[in-house]
């Protein structure tokens, strides 16, 4: 990918501000963090050399967040003028013996911590050390940068194809310029007018169309605009508590674990229940989910899962903020039958994916950042911190990737819990698929249990191949 295919804008989308802006209560901080694991020791130099011109062909990665408390447009992305590459990338040698739990021991710290709002919104650090002459790389990155399919784009920028892959050229570093508070009002006023003006010559032959439905057909006007409002209700809707009666408790704290399981056996499972990939994936954690609350005495029907609906367009060469539509499913969990579990999860997806309101996204956002902050994390504080789990689907490199002559081993990914019990995400690499789990300590006491709970729903599942 080149630079010309991307495409960087200067300004954040409605809905990255207000990911941004929630995070004024540290409880719904996004942060992505992902765990390499290599064959072998990286030299330093060639892999320095390989973040800096990834952070010059992606100006998103030099680029810090500047808002104005009196602006009308959403926070601004502008280079920062003390860009410094040692701030961001770090070596440091694995704990203990070097094994896949010293490396994820390593990794927490790094994803709990907040990031240095005056900077760039990401850090690297490379743990030497591991077992068998190994290496691991955490990165970490704000998910107002990017979602988990655009930063799959971004790592073309970081790994290559080849153990021998000649080196790329490193282009100059992006152009500093910083605003002055003139220049600032001046370019959020340009901003707005030019937004307003596309969106009412977008809107206008359709808004003019809908008005001549409306007086043709007015009783099928009202209907489609209260099944848009119901729909709106369903995605806004408040919740006074988690469904699941064990993990009630909320921190600022996570763990780490991770489960790897074969991607060939997982589709097949999920063609046997005439589903896709994510149902045997979303089937497995249902499943184990169910188990875990078995053995502590407790059968419950159902628990709330969050889960991003993925809309960016095919081709879209957009690798920087997101491009998904937030969803939370009460889902059930107590079938007995694993087919069942997948046609279940299937229909409560794809329910989700075709709310009405889901488009609504970027002129709702665009309302809700202009509340008060306090009210604004107080709204979405009683949406998400009584989300049960969240779960997410990246597809990965179905072939080996290296990084400076190292071949990648694995690579899992952890998403953010923002207010979530656990957060479950998968990763394809080749024929696997990696999961990584992040659970909040205060509502997984007994984080073994809780594995040992998701392998057997994942083994439900596989044992359909």
Not at 129 to 148: C, F, N
Not at 206 to 217: E, I, T
Not at 307 to 323: L, Y
Not at 342 to 368: F, G, K, Q, W, Y
């Amino acid at each position: 990918m080149t630079e010309e295919h991307m495409r960087f804008e200067q300004r954040m989308s409605d809905a990255d501000a207000l990911m941004w802006n929630i995070e004024k209560d540290p409880a719904l901080r996004s942060t992505i963090t992902t765990v390499f694991v290599f064959d072998r020791v990286i030299d330093r130099k060639a892999l320095t050399a390989r973040i800096d011109r990834m952070s010059r062909v992606i100006p998103r990665l030099r680029q810090r967040v500047r808002a104005n408390p009196l602006s009308i447009a959403p926070p601004r992305w502008e280079v920062d003028p003390h860009f410094d590459l040692d701030f961001h990338l770090w070596w440091v040698k694995a704990p203990g013996k070097g094994t896949m739990g010293d490396l994820l021991a390593v990794a927490e710290p790094i994803a709990m911590s907040g990031f240095d709002r005056a900077r760039p919104l990401w850090r690297a650090v490379v743990v030497e050390g591991l077992q068998g002459g190994r290496s691991g790389l955490v990165m970490k990155i704000h998910h107002a940068i990017t979602d988990g399919v655009g930063g799959m784009q971004l790592q073309l920028e970081l790994l290559d194809l080849e153990p021998d892959a000649p080196d790329r050229e490193i282009p100059p570093a992006p152009e500093v310029h910083v605003l002055s508070q003139s220049e600032r009002f001046i370019d959020a006023f340009q901003h707005e007018r030019r937004r307003q003006l596309g969106i009412l010559k977008r809107s206008g032959p359709g808004l003019l169309a809908g008005v001549r439905d409306a007086l043709a057909h007015p009783a099928a006007a009202v209907e489609q605009t209260t099944e848009l409002a119901a729909s709106l209700g369903r995605v806004l809707r408040p919740a006074g508590h988690p469904l699941s009666p064990l993990m009630t408790g909320r921190s600022l704290s996570s763990r780490f674990d991770v489960i790897t399981i074969p991607l060939d056996e997982a589709k097949k499972a999920a063609k046997k229940a005439g589903g896709k990939l994510n149902d045997a994936f979303v089937g497995g954690v249902a499943r184990g989910l169910y188990k875990y609350h078995l053995r502590h005495g407790v059968d419950i029907d159902e628990l709330r899962m969050a889960i991003p609906i993925n809309i960016r367009h095919s081709g879209d060469p957009s690798v920087a903020g997101n491009a998904f539509v937030p969803a939370r499913i009460e889902l059930p969990i107590d079938q007995e039958d694993p087919l069942d579990t997948m046609r279940t999860v299937h229909a409560a997806i794809d329910d989700a994916r075709h709310e009405p309101a889901n488009e609504l996204v970027a002129p709702v956002s665009n309302l809700l950042n202009r509340l008060p902050t306090t009210a604004l994390t107080a709204l979405f504080g009683s949406m998400v911190k009584t989300v049960d789990f969240t779960t997410s689907n990246v597809p990965g490199a179905p072939f080996p990737v290296y990084l400076a002559g190292a071949r990648m081993e694995s690579q899992f990914p952890f998403g953010p819990l923002a207010g979530a019990a656990l957060n479950i995400t998968l990763l394809s690499y080749q024929n696997d698929l990696n999961i990584g789990i992040s659970s909040d300590p205060a509502a997984v006491s007994d984080p073994d249990l809780l594995m040992e709970c998701l392998r057997a729903g994942f083994d439900d599942i596989l044992d359909l191949s």
